[in-house]
């Protein structure tokens, strides 16, 4: 009888146990589930408070372009995220030092398939915080020139004077050589022309930079200039030199073409020629070889010892 009520006794505690460790469980489920959503509710609200604070950022500086802000912002987010993640990971008791493992193994594998990629991604940042042009700039990367219209963390893109989109992944361009020509927002032009030899040299500089002065496309300050060069074939050659603003393909050569317009215009008032290229032939005595007279040709073969 005895051992029969204990029996009884012994199953009402074992069921009792399991009622107890399942309503624990009901419990931290339960709890888990509302910190996941107090975390995901703590990462949505700071990833927003991220992006303002950059905005608010950009609007008080100007060392930071909005490009670059951008992409600081979208770092920033991320790394919120990621930091939640973290969080969650925890709170479900996720062994994270195999995910780490894990990881590390296919990160490894990823940047031995995608070596150029990741090159192209560290000098994207290089190129957003180094600066060395931004959208809108006037720039030639080696043989390519034209302006920057989009620049990203992986490619920059050009469009070139004939109306072409040129994409350069960044490793190629932080590995070349960038010139950027409209940096100060300004640019010097040179012409060059040539005068004949027999005119005086200060007038036609004279004649020129006079000539300059009435073109609108030009700027008055700093002043355009005339240069001597150097002595070419038939003329003595001048460098007519002068700044655009606000440099573009379309006001460089509308620039270019009134100097040279009105420079012609000068000269010829002034009556200063501009020569065609010529050259002067002039004879020589003939010792041997091979001579025409009277029609018929001769050759002389000197006598040899």
């Not at 005895?2 to 009622?19: C, F, N, R």
């Not at 990629?117 to 560290?122: F, P, V, Y």
Request: aromatic share 8%; net charge negative.
């Amino acid at each position: 009888m005895s051992g029969s009520l204990y029996v009884v006794i012994w199953e009402q505690t074992h069921q009792a146990v399991k009622g107890v460790e399942a309503l624990g469980a009901v419990r931290r489920t339960g709890f888990q589930i509302v910190l996941t959503l107090g975390v995901c509710t703590a990462a949505y609200v700071s990833a927003g408070m991220v992006d303002r604070v950059v905005d608010r950022l950009l609007q008080q500086t100007e060392e930071i372009t909005r490009h670059q802000g951008k992409v600081v912002s979208r770092l920033s987010i991320i790394g919120v995220y990621v930091v939640g993640l973290l969080a969650l990971l925890s709170v479900w008791k996720i062994n994270l030092q195999g995910l780490f493992v894990g990881a590390g193994l296919l990160g490894a594998a990823i940047g031995l398939a995608a070596n150029e990629t990741l090159g192209s991604l560290l000098a994207g940042f290089q190129l957003m915080f180094s600066r060395p042009f931004e959208i809108g700039d006037w720039v030639q990367i080696d043989e390519h020139e034209g302006i920057v219209t989009d620049i990203t963390i992986f490619t920059t893109r050009i469009e070139t004077f004939e109306g072409k989109y040129v994409m350069l992944p960044n490793d190629v361009v932080s590995s070349s050589t960038i010139i950027n020509i409209g940096r100060k927002g300004r640019l010097r032009l040179g012409v060059e022309v040539g005068v004949d030899y027999e005119a005086d040299p200060d007038h036609a500089m004279a004649v020129a930079k006079e000539a300059m002065k009435g073109i609108d496309d030009i700027l008055v300050v700093p002043s355009p200039d005339v240069v001597l060069k150097q002595f070419g074939d038939s003329s003595v050659l001048l460098e007519l030199r002068f700044w655009i603003e606000k440099p573009s393909s379309r006001k460089k050569w509308r620039a270019v073409t009134a100097v040279v317009r009105a420079v012609k215009l000068a000269y010829d008032r002034e009556g200063i020629k501009i020569p065609y290229p010529q050259q002067e032939v002039s004879a020589r005595e003939e010792v041997g070889g091979f001579r025409v007279i009277d029609g018929e040709s001769t050759i002389t073969i000197p006598e040899q010892d």
